[in-house]
């Protein structure tokens, strides 16, 4: 679907297909109408577009998906999803309804069509991104839905052929009284509502919840269930969808046109908030230096406070602890030669022979102070979001790296929270429950919230911080700079503006 004159790639490095790989599948061109705005992406598109449009596509509509990842972070109700998403959508993924007068109906139905389908190439390799790609892509799927016109809907619905039957008007009179119970004695006159039937395995919950009258393996679901009927086919499509995908991607390795594309698109998936802008970081007066670490880490989040704990009880970090703390350390502002300081100073039962050989060259590559190819800007690698410490590699027997209210059993946390300082037993409670629903960055926010109670109230009191100052935290640098500006107010009377995020999905080269 590339043209390949704007290919930005010479002759001779484009793909060398084994011709059996090629024979997999050969795209047959095919235009493409869009008779409605939603799309179940059952179609892959076939149609010529440039390398330019491919990317750029690709990138608008990874910027939505970030900003609707990040409202569900942050816990947004429905209705203020929508108000957040709605100048964003029609920035960067407009899909204007059939009825509207818009000339460019169908280039914009077109750019959705394309665009997802090209992340969904980016976002198959690993069951992590396909999960979470999956679920970002319900979320746009239930916004849309909910904002169509009602009749663009039904006709939506109705394209789909989802083998439901509707339910006659005498098979509703005969059973009234069971329809009418299930829905709670609702609706009070039959014409008020629609019912159609399906094989009951398919709404599960629905089932589950006796929300629906069961008859002979069929359920009567009501039509006011629709929405979540549909939402959950679609997933459940785009699920299949995504494992195929997967297991064609070897093939594409091949074609070195787009591999880097797509690399780059799932590496670079941050939600805003996750990557941290580290030259908003600074703490104007505050010590950051090897000496003052162990003071300084009292305001570290859970994850860092641990590192810091098996630093000092083994004198030593495996690999990825040493990668995690190492670059939340530079990201709160330690410069490289504290750092070195405080790593030669941390491992204290080796020798300076044995340090100079094995670790300094990794602490000074951190800071792109030697190294080249992946840490060309210079500046070395940034701090790690929770995003990326909750997702990616899990830590195993001996590590330390990782996030405990992710990573730890919930006996294990609790004792590391109380070790910290947090006893409160409610908190410990509502930390366990916010574990078992998979809400990690609530717990966080949550001990986070517990142990600044005071200060807290008192910018809140006197306006000195704002409502975005005090948003839900998903970075440990922002948890860090948070902590130690409220814990300081006396020197910072006015707080200074937190602001340590970066409002762009990054796209770094
Ligand atoms: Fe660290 Fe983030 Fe986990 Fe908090 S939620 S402990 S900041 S990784």
Redesign the pocket.
């Known amino acids: 679907m590339i043209r390949q004159e704007f290919s930005r790639i010479e002759p001779k490095r484009k793909a060398n297909v084994d011709h059996r790989k090629k024979q997999f599948a050969v795209p047959a061109y095919k235009e493409l109408s869009y008779p409605t705005r939603l799309n179940f992406y059952t179609v892959p598109p076939t149609a010529d577009i440039t390398l330019e449009q491919f990317e750029q596509w690709a990138i608008d509509r990874l910027r939505v998906l970030a900003e609707l990842e990040a409202c569900s972070i942050r816990n947004k109700t429905p209705a203020e999803t929508a108000a957040h998403m709605k100048p964003i959508l029609d920035k960067y993924l407009p899909l204007a309804s059939s009825t509207s007068s818009s000339s460019a109906i169908q280039a914009e139905r077109q750019k959705d069509h394309y665009s997802h389908f090209i992340l969904r190439l980016a976002f198959a390799s690993t069951e992590d991104l396909r999960r979470r790609f999956s679920r970002v892509e319900t979320q746009l799927f239930r916004l849309r839905f909910q904002g169509d016109d009602a009749r663009e809907r039904q006709a939506f619905v109705e394209s789909l052929n989802l083998d439901w039957e509707t339910v006659g008007e005498d098979e509703k009179r005969l059973y009234a009284a069971e329809l009418v119970a299930a829905g709670g004695g609702y609706p009070k006159r039959l014409d008020e509502e629609s019912w159609f039937k399906v094989d009951w395995e398919r709404v599960p919950e629905l089932v589950e919840s006796r929300r629906v009258f069961l008859k002979a393996g069929k359920a009567y679901v009501p039509g006011r269930e629709q929405l979540s009927m549909v939402v959950a086919e679609f997933t459940n499509r785009l699920d299949k969808a995504l494992e195929m995908t997967s297991r064609a991607l070897p093939r594409l390795d091949e074609d070195d046109r787009l591999t880097p594309i797509l690399a780059h698109l799932s590496q670079n998936f941050t939600t805003p908030d996750a990557s941290y802008n580290s030259s908003s970081s600074s703490l104007p007066g505050a010590d950051i230096s090897a000496r003052n670490i162990d003071a300084l880490s009292s305001s570290f ?4 406070q641990n590192l810091h704990r098996s630093l000092r009880r083994d004198a030593h970090l495996k690999h990825f602890g040493r990668l995690q703390y190492g670059l939340f350390l530079k990201g709160i502002g330690l410069s490289l030669e504290e750092s070195l300081v405080f790593w030669r100073t941390s491992f204290n039962k080796i020798t300076d022979d044995v340090f100079n050989k094995e670790y300094r060259y990794n602490v000074r590559h951190s800071y792109g102070d030697v190294g080249g190819d992946s840490n060309r800007r210079g500046n070395g690698y940034t701090p790690f979001s ?1 995003q990326k ?2 997702t990616e590699r899990p830590p195993g027997p001996g590590d330390s790296h990782g ?4 990573h730890f059993s919930v006996d294990n946390l609790t004792n590391l929270l109380q070790a910290v300082g947090v006893k409160d037993h409610k908190v410990l409670q509502g930390v366990k429950e916010d574990k078992e629903k998979q809400k ?2 609530l ?2 926010n949550r001990v986070f919230e517990y142990a600044h109670q005071q200060e807290i109230k008192k910018v809140r009191d006197n306006g000195t911080w704002g409502a975005a100052q005090l948003e839900t ?4 640098n922002e ?1 860090f700079k948070r902590s130690y500006l409220l814990k300081n107010l006396d020197k910072n009377p006015a707080g200074t503006e937190t602001g340590g995020r970066d409002s762009d999905v990054k796209m770094e080269g």
């Open positions: 989040p859970l994850c860092m929770c410490i909750l996030c405990p209210y992710r990690f960055h717990a966080c935290i998903v970075h440990p948890y």
